[in-house]
């Protein structure tokens, strides 16, 4: 065991999980955790960036749904993520416990959960302005790896989630991982499903026609992109305490799995609408 715990070569950052403070209030301990701020600062960076597209001419919305769509999209990653959580990885946790689902500071927020309360904000903020959906969602998930960038990072911080046992020159030995190195699994997934897809994304929407000419495919990229990652970063991550394979998949490789279904429809919507569009042209 100490012949492998030697090979990790990396030291691990040890930073408070607090950002600012924390100061004790009758035993609790309150301040700004890194995590608080990685979610404000990809909801920041979205507000901006498309009310920054939304000034252009032909964009998918004006100026003026900016602050309404972030009030709903807060909502829906916020709800959806800890709902998401609670439903796919600890239900047994909170049926005794009820009012625990809503101590997020306690931790606990499920992506795919949070994927499905944005989805839904989307549509209904789509139909209540009457915008283009397909438009409105492309848009959404340009800058949607900022935000899970920003959460990894947070995870790396705090010391969880982290990956299997390793001997790679990489590897970290983490605080509450035991005494073996470790795979650094949170930055491998904010590389990955983060600033990769990030830069992917971005050269989609700006540098080809996708976004015009077939709406939902930048989309249908990002969830296709994310589930990938996922799936090939489980392999190195250490599943979470209790939560048990199935059928040989980890809970997040299960949960991909319908993630690469809704991109294929995505995708396939952009394609119908190109094509769509190009008999029109013929007629």
Do not use: C
Not at 4 to 24: H, R
Not at 119 to 131: E, P, T
Not at 151 to 159: L, M, Q, T, V
Not at 190 to 211: C, D, N, P, S, V
Request: hydrophobic fraction near 50%; charge should be positive; aromatic fraction near 14%.
């Amino acid at each position: 065991m100490s012949l492998i715990a030697n090979l990790a070569v990396l030291t691990y950052p040890e930073i408070s999980e607090f950002a600012l403070g924390p100061i004790d209030v009758g035993g609790f301990a309150l301040g700004i955790r890194w995590y608080s701020l990685a979610y404000i600062a990809g909801i920041m960076f979205g507000w901006w960036y498309i009310r920054r597209l939304a000034s252009k001419p032909g964009a998918a919305m004006g100026v003026k749904h900016i602050d309404d769509f972030i009030t709903w999209a807060i909502v829906g990653v916020i709800a959806g993520g800890r709902l998401g959580y609670v439903l796919f990885y600890r239900p047994e946790n909170y049926l005794d416990d009820p009012l625990a689902i809503f101590r997020l500071w306690d931790g606990g927020m499920s992506f795919h959960g949070g994927a499905i309360g944005v989805i839904l904000a989307v549509i209904f903020f789509s139909r209540k302005h009457k915008l283009e959906l397909m438009r409105v969602a492309d848009i959404v998930a340009v800058v949607s790896p900022v935000g899970l960038f920003a959460g990894r990072i947070a995870n790396f911080i705090n010391g969880e989630l982290w990956g299997r046992t390793t001997d790679v020159p990489w590897a970290m030995v983490f605080p509450t991982g035991g005494p073996l190195p470790r795979h650094p699994s949170q930055l491998y997934e904010a590389m990955g499903e983060g600033l990769i897809l990030f830069l992917i994304l971005m050269f989609l929407y700006h540098k080809t026609r996708l976004a015009k000419e077939m709406p939902g495919v930048i989309a249908g990229t990002f969830y296709l992109g994310y589930g990938l990652t996922r799936v090939l970063v489980e392999f190195v991550r250490e599943p979470d305490v209790g939560v048990e394979h199935i059928m040989g998949l980890t809970r997040g490789q299960l949960l991909s799995v319908p993630m690469f279904l809704f991109a294929a429809w995505l995708i396939s919507k952009g394609l119908r609408y190109r094509a769509a569009q190009q008999a029109k042209m013929k007629k």
